[in-house]
């Protein structure tokens, strides 16, 4: 009878109803758009490092776990390498480069990428989908992620020209895509991975300073011996070399400059949002309870029970609340699916999961007030005869 009852009123006062039902689909649209951008810069900040073949990264200490600071050289690598414990050691270099799109390279528009350098076979290489590893140190093949190929339209075999600045001059380079591999973005841009001696030679530099001196990267990839105890290694490679801050992954991309700030700005947001609906619903269920309140005196004087009232506001609540997500939800799939790829927008199923769970708590949170109020309504004063 309680839900007869409710969704009987639902469908009666069906505009006014839908009203607070497309706010409520509003707040999850804004809420799920959050998540999804949350988890999109995220992922495009951290992609490659999470997805590294190794569990440990070793920094230059001193640098604050800065790809872009710190310097880790051959001897470093050498020392790293001895530890006990440690199966294979990657050194991996960061730049940035260009590719120009079009047949004319010097007036085309430019698309940045992440040139990263790797050490064949060895912890930092990706393994790829299509097409076939790196071989050599000093060739001029690479591999390129799924970014690169979507916005350029290149598969394996093809020729990628890059463009990097090496002094006061622009220099551009012919390589080979002998492979591609997932998305691994770095810092928003797609990547493009160089043999490390290759990408030695063709980083951004000084002029004075290519092919001088050891050969450096920015940090070391430590992939470690089976059943090793992860923070026992860490503290043992700081303890046996010097001038090094080892660390796992995700310590390592939380500390990328402006990711912890990035993603507590955006919860914040999202915790507001959320906030905001349990008002809204709120407010608008005690609106309504406080215009039924001569009705609700008259069925409680024809017998209905306290529990009849209250399951039945409580159906409302819940059906309306519902109905607004699932719009809302709908609606953010479709919004979502429509971004281009280079927008850092991407909503996993996880995320989604946890906001729609959230959001379907906004209308019993906020209508428990209206609820309550009900079951404390006494018929004659309801109806207007007690003295």
């Given amino acids: 009878m309680a839900v007869y009852l409710a969704l009987k009123e639902v469908w009666r006062s069906r505009g006014r109803f839908l009203l607070i039902a497309m706010i409520v689909a509003l707040i999850t649209t804004l809420v799920l758009f959050i998540a999804a951008l ?24 001193g640098t604050e776990l800065s790809t872009t600071a710190s310097r880790i050289g051959r001897s470093r690598i050498a020392e790293l390498r001895r530890v006990e414990g440690v199966a294979e050691v990657g050194q991996v270099g960061f730049a940035t480069a260009k590719i120009p799109q079009g047949e004319d390279a010097a007036g085309a528009d430019e698309v940045d990428v992440a040139l990263i350098g790797v050490e064949p076979g060895l912890p930092g290489e990706p393994e790829v989908i299509e097409g076939s590893q790196l071989l050599r140190d000093r060739s001029n093949d690479v591999i390129v992620d799924t970014g690169v190929t979507q916005r350029l339209g290149l598969g394996v075999g093809d020729t990628l020209r890059i463009k990097v600045t090496q002094g006061t001059e622009e220099e551009f380079y012919d390589l ?39 050969l450096v990267s920015n940090i070391a990839v430590v992939r470690l011996q089976e059943g090793a105890d992860l923070p026992a290694m860490a503290g043992k490679i700081e303890q046996e070399v010097d001038k090094v801050d080892a660390v796992d992954r995700r310590t390592a991309w939380e500390a990328i400059p402006g990711y912890a700030a990035q993603q507590s700005t955006l919860d914040t947001q999202r915790y507001f949002t959320f906030f905001i609906g349990i008002l809204v619903v709120g407010g608008f269920f005690q609106i309504q309870t406080l215009q039924k309140v001569a009705q ?36 953010t799939i479709l919004l979502v699916s429509n971004f281009p790829e280079n927008i850092p927008i991407m909503l996993t199923g996880q995320a989604a999961l946890m906001a729609v769970v959230s959001l379907m708590l906004i209308g019993p949170l906020g209508g428990v007030v209206s609820v309550f109020a009900l079951l404390r309504i006494e018929p004659l004063t309801a109806l207007g005869l007690a003295q």
């Fill in 38 to 61: 949350s988890e999109g810069l995220a992922s495009a900040n951290r992609e490659y490092i999470e997805k590294l073949n190794g569990e440990l990264l070793v920094f230059q200490s």
């Fill in 176 to 214: 080979t895509i002998a492979g591609v591999t997932d998305r691994r973005q770095y810092f928003f841009q797609p990547a493009v991975f160089a043999p490390l001696l290759t990408w030695d030679k063709i980083k951004p530099q000084g002029t004075e300073n290519i092919g001088q001196g050891e």
């Fill in 296 to 331: 609700i005196g008259m069925l409680k004087a024809v017998g209905a029970s306290n529990f009849t009232v209250g399951l039945a506001a409580i159906t409302q609540i819940v059906t309306t609340n519902a109905i607004g997500v699932l719009i809302g939800a709908a609606g």
